[in-house]
Each structure stands twice: as structure tokens, then as C-alpha cells.
């Protein structure tokens, strides 16, 4: 590419990229998300497939592999242009589809356009859908539109034109007013204003500063500048530029995480074209402006965010906090002592398009205080999860229930945490707060870098304060005591609390703990640990009380609370308890009774969920004492106690509560009975009735019967009312699904008619006959599938064919002489040679006769009627053919 | 890569211009380190050992930083780090068996590499994948729902295979 040596080279660059089409909005184009998120949702094969399959069909379309377009929960998502179709959960196979259909016809696919339920029309376009609608993008803006490694596509939507316009008409003192004016704060977290910042940074003497943009994202759950390096790195560099002219620095650092490879690729072939072009380097676009950027991996720390440290792991140290002042601003703050301005990804972004549209445009957007838009990353338990960027003042409840869509499965929404571990939890009652740095900061909470993670009535709020404490201290880098070991010890509390172990006094010592660590840490991070358990603590007080006070817990997350107990009254042994059970707890007793064994029980409620009675039930745990005026010191209770509760005192023996399993064995083997309950368990919560899960693994089904199979099994038989029967059979036991009613139902129908017709049984008449036509007809017209519809007609083939033989059956013959109560066996006395084989062979002894040697002289065979089941093994085994079988109606119609 | 031939000033890049010889040794140690850990896997002793004389700086000063980040190991690692889930939601599913049978199948411990380097097993909190219960990450690849004894083979023979 040409190097750019004026502002003229690049508005002329940008004249005729216009001229070339390159994004004009009327051509065909598909905009695929190749965020993350999308990637690991296939996406990259998905674009593969997009373009081999534009190429085999000769269509003309530009395919751009955009950065994360937000909503990665339906990802892979694409848009379409030139109408504008918005697809979600495009699979790598639709791929023929979406060129075949949308590009070339220009329809929609209905299946991929997004749909809030099934009864609801579908969005065609991104508009149209709830999740974008009320977003307004500015630190987005070409996130989703551009390719990120194409520095054309950025130049021809407009990218470096604030640059052209404050290198050619602003001074850089203006820059700096513009942005002080357009009251730009710094959406790493604190908000603090960064013109101000930039304008210290102006101030210092040193002639050498630093720009160095903060992309060390560690929040758990936090992708914001993710997004913005990897699929916008353009903006970022032209934020840096503005702000390096501004304040007069040459050099610019860009510490990513490590974790980021994607974003570093991004950000390196970024650098690389902006050199090329001359957008960075030496006097770039002729005006004397010299300013390069490289960038700084982390190692995995999360303290590196924080301002002091990411200076010190820049210069190879440890990335310990430092003692502020001297600020980065400052002389002597920054990597090596030379003046820095820090700011996130973020901030940098919002630059461009304050110096282009000018800081009364950006004023309009967002609060007084907050001017601007926040991008948040939403997670947790809403419905749709991903990246939003909404003006600031805009309400939480706005947030999570337009832009979110609300709770997942319509449960309750309890708290939202904003700001990462160092935030603090919203209860529902601030849930029309409109957000900004100030208001979020009255309630105790932060904006922090954009994380914001919904929770709901299933959420245990002890312990997700628990959670993000314990983020926090594994991350506290170890220099200051109040991080270090406050923090640790917070943990051990609320340990002690989620366990059941909680202690009147608790919540206090948290509360104190908390207050010293914010007032006396060194860093950030340690300032901002205690803060979700101080917000918790302040609007749940009472679930930390009911922890603690009546080892309980709401939400029933915490284990050690509560205690599981099996309600033989209800169980019937099913046994999916047991099975479940990762701890082997649930046991089965001498009378066949199950119980659950409480020193295996962790109370992970694995049994709860899955009993399909609700004979699992969650008890307040007993308390059990021994009353010294009963003991007499047997000694029983110590050796039949499994977790040595039982200690012996100079007074007598005692239980240790804190070792106590409630096992209720020492109960059990008390002869006095001294060992008594202080306080039963009170039922907490009944048990649910589950849903019976039916697992079926199609794997493990080997080799399916085809309805051609069973046919020539059922053509075997000579007997059509058999043939029919075996048929349907068959296919009851094989391959019939039960999905619809012709064939369920119709099947199970026609086979108890044929039963009552090939066993003569006395309510068999014509209309059995009829019904079965009647069924074989429904089933060929109304059947889903080619199964259902191909038995219905064997049905009607069989009926049609030999319709004679079917009223036969009705009268009790069967003239193939195959449906067992219609025959009977008889010996021949002619032929019986008295061989004894069918007496042998016979499993029901229904054959009367001795064995001889010859025939002579020696009584017939008889087979007794009444015991004979006609399973027809004596027919097989006679030498002679003397069996024979015989239609029993005929011959007593003849006989008469 | 080979250490002795690397070039302090090149691997500092365009930020040396404004710094001592001191500070571009000591800002390039964790890009080195980085480096040597792409190359061989871990941070060997002798490479650390042969760094430090390289940059003139301690080795106490080099391990010092090493040991503060979490991404830098001083054992060997193995080919494919197979990590098994043990939060609430995959062990109440069953993922310590899955453990087991890894542990059985390489005659390894958790948190051990086999002899040949094929693998490293470890424990991980929770990946964040609950609902796919008992959830194994092969080099940060998901693979999930390993109940019962054929998926647990497959998962074992996935492991084997380069």
C-alpha cells in the first residue's frame, strides 16, 4: 500500500475507496461475527463454507469476518446486506442456504431471523430486535461492520478523519480542551475525567511521554476491550494518536492480557498497516507528528490493571502497586520515570469521534455528570447474554429486562453485580437507578470496567460474595498487610458462615474488616476487595443472618446447611438416588428401607433434584445433647461414633457440635436413653417431584429392524390373521416412536383386534373386522411418517386378500390351521409307533402313553387337550408324522 | 530460540531509543521468558540460568519476576493439558470419576506429567460450562457430559492421540 505522506494523500485515499464500492451499503455483503465467542461456535468454517460455496455458485458477495456484533449467546450471527436480514445460529451446513436463498433470491431464511418466541413474528432485521434496540454504539461503532485487519475498510467508513481534522484545523491545546469540554471519563473504572489526566500529563516538564492504553481485562466475565482490540484495533490507534498529539507524546504502549491472542494478532497487523500507510511512525501525514506503538504482553496477574503495577510489570518487574505520588502523570510516575498517560481501551475509542462530531454532539448522548455511552458485558442469569453499549443514564431495570430480556425461566431477579470483584451488588430496589459513575458509586457499588452479572432467587448471595472475595484474594498480589491478610481472613468468615459454622458476631467483624481494608490498602484492588461483601451485607443483611442464625440458606446453594433427609413414608426405592449420589451416602438398612448416611452426606442435593416422589427433603439440622442425669457411662455412644463427636469430660461425655454429623447413631445405642434432641428438625423444604428423565443413547441401539425386515418375517407365517400380527408386533416392539396417534394408538388397537381373532376368543365378531379396515385406512391417510403409513397398508393388503379367511377366524377357524386355539394336535393311532420321542420332548405333560419297543399290544398316544398349549415341539420330534393337527371348529361341525 | 543470540535492542523495540542499557535488559525479561516458555514449554533452570548471564542480571532477580506471574511453570508440561472440572456442578455429576480413570489410565497423579510428556493433568474450579456437567478441557478445549464408561474411554483415547 502506498505510504500517505500529507492529509491530502488521505482524503484522496478515502475519495477513492468511495469510488471503488468499498462498504457502499447496496451491494451484496455478508457480515459474518467472528468474535470469540462466534469462533468457538464455528464461525471461521462457517465463512469458509460462505466462500466456497459464493465461488461454486458464480455469485457475486463480498463475505467481511467482522469482530464480536454482541449477541454472542446466538452466535454465530450474521447481517446481510442490502436488505439487511439479521441471521442467528447459523450452522457451517446453512451456508449453501444463505447464498442460495438470501443472496441470490433475496428472501429470508425464516428459520435463522431471530424470534423472541415461537408464537411471535420474527425480526428481519437488526433493528427490529429487542437486544440492539435501545443500544446506541459509539465505542462499538465498527465492531460488526468492518474487517479489523483491513485498515481500508476503516479508512472508507471514516476512520483517522478525526485525526485529519485536528492535525490539519486544531492545535493540540484544542484537542485537549475538546476533550476535557466533551467531559470524557475514563471507563476503566473510577471515571475519573481524562482531560484532566491528559492536561497533567501536558503539564509535566519531561520533552519524553508516554501513551499506553490499559488492555489488561482480568474481571471474570468481562469482555469489553476484548471486543474493541479485536474487532475495531483501527479506533484504538486513532484514540492514541489524538491523545500522543495532544499531550505531546512519542511513544505509545499497549499492555494486553495474555489471555488475548486473538486481540494481540488483531492489534499487531493493525500497527503493522498503520506504519505502512504512514499513519504512524515519523511525521506522520507531513505534519511533524512522531508517534509509534508496541505492545506489551501481560503474564496473567489481575493487579497488572492497576495503574502502578501494569508500569512495573512494563519495566520487567514484579507487578507490585506502588505509592501514589508521584502519579503517572507526573515526573517520575510512569514506566522508567517518564510521564504516562494510562487510559482503557475504552476511553481511547470515544476520542475519535469527540474531536470528529465535536464535544457538544457527545454531550448530548448520557447524563450531566456521565456524557457518553458504556458498553457492558451482560451475564449471568438473563436470557440474552453479551456485549451492550447503552447511553449512560439509562436504568438498570432497562438493561436487564429490554436489552436482556429479562431472567432466565421468568424466576426472580435478585441482585445485579456491576464492576467485577471489586463492585458491589444492586438490590431490586435500585433497579430503577439510572446508571452512571455517580449514582452507581451512591449505592455502594462501581462502574468498574462493564461487567455486569444478573442473578436470581437461585443465586445464594453469602456465596457469591464469597465467590468474588475469593477472586480477589487469590489475585492480591501479596505487598500490603490490610489485602493480604484481610482479605484471607474475610474468606475464612464467610467460609465459616456458608459452612454452617457462622457465629453470632460474624457479620460485624466483616463489616470491620472490610471497612480497614478500603481505608488502608495500598492499590485499587485492595481498596475495592471488600466491596461486594460490605454492598451484600448492607441490603441482604438478613440472608447472612439466616446463615448464621438458623443454618439456613434461601437459595439452598450453601452445603453445610440444612440437612438432607430421606422420607421413607414416600420413597419406593427407585434407587436413582443411589446412583446419583456421588458420596455413596444414601444406604439401604436391614428392614430394605433406604436412608441417607449424614457422615457421607456433603449435601450436594444431587438426590433432591433427581428424586421423581419428592422423598427427599431438606431439614434444619438437630441438635442432640446428652443428659447427665441419665448417663452412666456405658461408653456405648463413644464406640459407635464414627466421627469421635462423643468426648469425655471431667463432668461426664458431651457432643461436640462442630464435629456432629447427626448421624442419630449414639441415639440409637443409648440404653438409658440420656442421649436426647434438643431440637428436632424442622422440615425447611419439601421435596420436588422431578421430572423422570429418559435417557435413551441411540448409539446404543444396534441395528434397527426395517419394516421390509419385518415383513418377511411376517410373510413366514401361512396364516394371514398371523401374518398381520406378527407384523404389527414387530413393529410395536421395533421401530414405532409413538410421536403420532394413528400409529401409536391405531397399532396397539388393531393388534388386541387380531388377538381376538386368532385365539377365538368369545367376544370376537364382525365388527372387529371392520375396525381393522377402518384402522388400516386411517393409518395409511393420516400417519406422520412412511412406517406408520407402509404398516397401515400391510394391514389393507392382508384384509383385501383374503377377507374370507379373516371371518373364517370369527367363527373360530383358521384354515391354515397356525392360530393356536383354533387347532388341535391329535396322534394318529395308525401311525404312533410308540417311540416315547413327544412324551420326552413335551414340557407340559400333555402327552399320556408309555414307551415300548413296538407298537404292538401297547394303548395309543393320547395328548390331553386341556393341558396341551400347541407349542408344536411333539409335531417336530415324531419320527413318524403321527402329530397331526387338526381345526378343532370343523371337526366338531362335522362330528355333529 | 537461542538465548545467546538475542538481541536486547531489537526485542525492546522502538522504546529503547529512550532507555538505558540497565532498563532495556530488565523490560525484556518477561517477553524472554515468554519466549523461552513458548519454545521448550517451562522455564528450565538452566535456561533461566543462561538468560541471567546473558542480560547480566541475577538469577534471583529473573526467578523473582517468573514466580509472580501465574503463566510461567518451572516444571515440564506436557503436550496436552487435560484439565477436569471439579466444581459443584461436575462433581456432583460424577467428575471425580473421571479423575480417577485419568489418573489410572496414565499412572499419574492430578497435577502431574506423564514420563513422556504427552500429558498434564490437572484440577480446575469451575470453567464455567455447568451445564455441560462433568466438563473436561483438553488445551482449553470443552469437551463435556463424560458419563459413563464408552465416553469416558473416548475421552482417554482423545487424550492418547496426537
Given amino acids: 500500500m502506498k505510504k500517505l505522506t500529507s492529509i491530502d494523500d488521505l482524503i484522496a485515499l478515502r475519495k477513492q475507496l468511495s469510488s471503488e464500492g468499498v462498504l457502499a451499503p447496496n451491494k451484496k455483503r455478508i457480515r459474518v461475527c467472528c468474535g470469540t465467542a462466534c469462533r468457538a461456535n464455528k464461525s471461521l468454517k462457517l465463512a469458509d463454507k460462505l466462500y466456497s460455496e459464493a465461488k461454486s455458485n458464480d455469485t457475486d458477495v463480498e463475505i467481511i469476518t467482522t469482530g464480536c456484533q454482541g449477541l454472542c449467546q446466538l452466535g454465530p450471527v450474521m447481517t446481510i446486506q442490502p436488505k439487511g436480514y439479521f441471521y442467528h445460529k447459523v450452522k457451517p451446513e446453512r451456508a449453501g442456504d444463505v447464498i442460495s436463498c438470501t443472496i441470490k433470491d433475496e428472501k429470508p431464511l425464516w428459520d435463522l431471523l431471530f424470534r423472541r418466541s415461537i408464537g411471535e413474528k420474527p425480526a428481519y432485521f437488526i433493528r427490529d430486535v429487542p437486544f440492539y434496540r435501545k443500544q446506541q454504539r459509539i465505542a462499538l461503532r465498527n465492531n460488526g461492520r468492518i474487517d479489523p485487519t483491513n485498515i481500508l475498510h476503516y479508512i472508507a467508513t471514516g476512520g483517522y478523519r478525526a485525526l485529519e481534522k485536528a492535525l490539519s484545523t486544531m492545535t493540540a491545546q484544542q484537542v485537549l480542551e475538546e476533550v476535557k469540554k466533551a467531559n470524557l471519563r475514563g471507563r476503566g473504572g473510577a471515571g475519573f475525567p481524562a482531560g484532566v489526566k491528559w492536561e497533567h500529563t501536558r503539564k509535566a516538564p519531561d520533552p519524553v511521554k508516554l501513551v499506553i492504553a490499559n488492555g489488561d481485562e482480568g474481571d471474570p466475565g468481562a469482555f469489553m476491550d476484548r471486543s474493541i482490540m479485536e474487532g475495531d484495533p483501527h479506533s484504538l490507534l486513532e484514540g492514541m494518536l489524538l491523545c500522543a498529539y495532544a ?13 488475548y491472542p486473538l486481540a494481540v494478532k488483531h492489534l499487531q497487523i493493525a500497527i503493522k498497516q498503520a506504519e505502512d500507510s504512514g499513519l504512524l511512525g515519523k511525521n506522520i501525514l507531513g505534519k511533524g507528528l512522531d508517534f509509534r506503538v508496541q505492545i506489551k504482553e501481560g503474564a496473567g496477574a489481575f493487579v497488572c490493571g492497576e495503574a502502578t503495577a501494569l508500569v512495573a510489570s512494563i519495566e520487567g518487574e514484579r507487578g507490585f502497586p506502588n505509592p501514589r505520588p508521584p502519579r503517572l502523570s507526573e515526573h517520575g510516575g510512569g514506566p522508567w520515570g517518564y510521564p504516562a498517560n494510562l487510559n482503557n481501551i475504552e476511553t481511547y475509542v470515544c476520542v475519535p469521534t469527540i474531536i470528529e462530531k465535536g464535544a ?119 505487598k500490603c498487610y490490610p489485602c493480604r491478610v484481610g482479605t484471607y481472613q474475610m474468606l475464612q468468615i464467610l467460609e465459616k458462615i456458608t459452612s454452617g459454622q457462622g457465629e453470632e458476631g460474624d457479620i460485624e467483624r466483616l463489616e470491620t474488616l472490610g471497612r480497614y481494608i478500603k481505608s488502608s490498602s495500598l492499590c485499587g484492588l485492595g481498596k475495592s476487595a471488600p466491596n461486594p461483601v460490605l454492598t451484600t451485607i448492607k441490603y441482604f443483611r438478613e440472608e447472612y443472618e439466616e446463615h448464621i442464625r438458623d443454618k439456613y440458606c434461601r437459595a439452598f446453594v450453601c452445603q453445610g446447611l440444612g440437612q438432607i433427609s430421606l422420607n421413607t413414608d414416600i420413597c419406593y426405592q427407585c434407587k436413582r438416588c443411589m446412583d446419583i449420589c456421588p458420596y455413596e451416602a444414601i444406604r439401604e438398612s436391614e428392614e430394605g428401607l433406604f436412608y441417607i448416611d449424614q457422615v457421607f452426606c456433603q449435601r450436594c442435593k444431587a438426590c433432591f433434584s433427581v ?81 423422570l428423565e429418559v435417557t435413551v443413547e441411540k448409539e446404543e441401539i444396534i441395528g434397527e429392524i426395517t419394516i421390509d425386515e419385518i415383513r418377511m418375517d411376517a410373510e413366514e407365517k401361512t396364516c394371514s390373521v398371523q401374518k398381520a400380527l406378527t407384523f404389527l408386533e414387530e413393529f410395536i416392539a421395533g421401530p414405532m416412536c409413538g410421536r403420532c396417534y394413528p400409529c401409536s394408538l391405531g397399532t396397539e388397537e388393531a393388534k388386541i383386534r387380531l388377538i381376538r381373532l386368532s385365539q377365538h376368543l368369545d367376544y370376537a365378531t364382525e365388527s372387529d373386522l371392520q375396525a381393522l379396515k377402518r384402522i388400516a385406512s386411517f393409518m395409511i391417510e393420516s400417519s406422520y411418517c412412511k412406517k406408520g403409513r407402509d404398516t397401515g397398508r400391510f394391514l389393507a393388503e392382508k384384509i383385501e386378500s383374503a377377507e374370507e379367511e379373516f371371518r373364517l377366524h370369527i367363527s373360530g377357524i383358521c384354515p391354515k390351521r397356525e392360530c393356536i386355539s383354533s387347532i388341535e394336535y391329535v396322534v394318529n393311532p395308525d401311525l404312533c409307533v410308540a417311540c416315547g420321542a413327544c412324551v420326552k420332548r413335551c414340557k407340559y405333560d400333555a402327552i399320556k402313553g408309555e414307551a415300548a419297543e413296538s407298537a404292538a399290544g401297547v394303548l395309543p398316544f393320547e395328548i390331553k387337550q386341556k393341558v396341551c398349549v400347541r407349542c408344536g415341539e411333539c409335531v417336530n420330534v415324531c419320527p413318524t408324522g403321527a402329530i397331526e393337527v387338526i381345526s378343532r371348529i370343523k371337526e366338531e361341525l362335522i362330528n355333529k | 530460540m537461542q538465548i545467546e543470540k538475542m538481541q536486547v535492542d531489537e526485542q525492546i523495540g522502538e522504546i529503547g531509543r529512550i532507555l538505558t542499557d540497565q532498563e532495556k535488559k530488565k523490560g525484556i525479561v518477561i517477553h524472554a521468558l515468554q519466549q523461552i516458555q513458548a519454545d521448550i514449554g517451562y522455564l528450565p533452570e538452566d535456561a533461566v540460568r543462561e538468560l541471567s548471564r546473558h542480560l547480566n542480571l541475577s538469577m534471583s532477580e529473573i526467578y523473582s519476576v517468573a514466580s509472580f506471574y501465574k503463566m510461567f511453570y518451572f516444571n515440564p508440561r506436557g503436550k496436552k493439558i487435560v484439565k477436569v472440572c471439579l466444581g459443584t456442578a461436575c462433581y456432583v455429576r460424577g467428575s471425580k470419576k473421571v479423575l480417577d480413570s485419568l489418573e489410572n489410565a496414565f499412572d499419574i497423579k492430578s497435577g502431574e506429567t506423564t514420563e513422556d510428556l504427552a500429558m498434564t493433568l490437572e484440577t480446575v474450579g469451575c470453567v464455567g460450562c455447568c451445564g455441560l456437567a462433568p466438563v473436561t478441557t483438553i488445551n482449553d478445549e470443552v469437551a463435556g457430559e463424560i458419563i459413563g464408561s464408552r465416553k469416558l474411554e473416548g475421552l482417554i483415547r482423545s487424550v492418547r492421540e496426537d
Fill in chain 1, 611 to 691: 428424586c421423581p416422589l419428592g422423598a427427599i427433603e431438606i431439614k434444619e439440622q438437630p441438635v442432640l445433647f446428652i443428659d447427665k442425669e441419665l448417663c452412666y457411662f456405658c461408653r456405648n455412644c463413644i464406640n459407635i461414633c464414627r466421627v469421635d463427636a462423643i468426648k469425655e469430660t471431667s463432668t461426664g461425655f458431651m457432643i461436640d457440635s462442630t464435629l456432629c454429623k447427626r448421624c442419630g447413631d449414639c441415639f440409637k445405642v443409648c440404653l438409658m436413653g440420656a442421649i436426647k434432641y434438643e431440637k428436632e428438625g424442622k422440615l425447611l423444604r419439601k421435596g420436588i417431584v422431578a421430572p
Fill in chain 1, 247 to 259: 499531550i505531546g507524546a512519542q511513544q505509545g504502549i499497549i499492555y494486553v492480557r495474555h489471555e
Fill in chain 1, 360 to 478: 457538544g454532539w457527545f454531550l448530548k448522548t448520557g447524563t450531566a455528570t456521565s456524557p457518553g455511552t458504556k458498553v457492558f458485558a451482560l451475564t449471568g442469569k438473563v436470557k440474552n447474554t453479551g456485549l451492550v453499549e447503552v447511553p449512560m443514564g439509562m436504568t438498570l431495570r432497562e438493561i436487564i429486562f429490554d436489552i436482556g430480556g429479562g431472567i432466565i425461566g421468568n424466576k426472580k431477579f435478585k441482585a445485579v453485580q456491576t464492576g467485577g470483584p471489586s463492585g458491589g451488588c444492586i438490590p431490586e430496589q435500585h433497579l430503577d437507578l439510572p446508571i452512571d459513575f455517580d449514582s452507581l458509586a451512591k449505592v455502594g457499588s462501581i462502574m468498574g470496567s462493564g461487567g455486569m452479572v444478573v442473578m436470581d432467587e437461585d443465586n445464594c448471595i453469602v456465596d457469591v460474595a464469597k465467590f468474588f472475595l475469593s477472586f480477589c484474594q487469590a489475585e492480591s498480589c501479596g
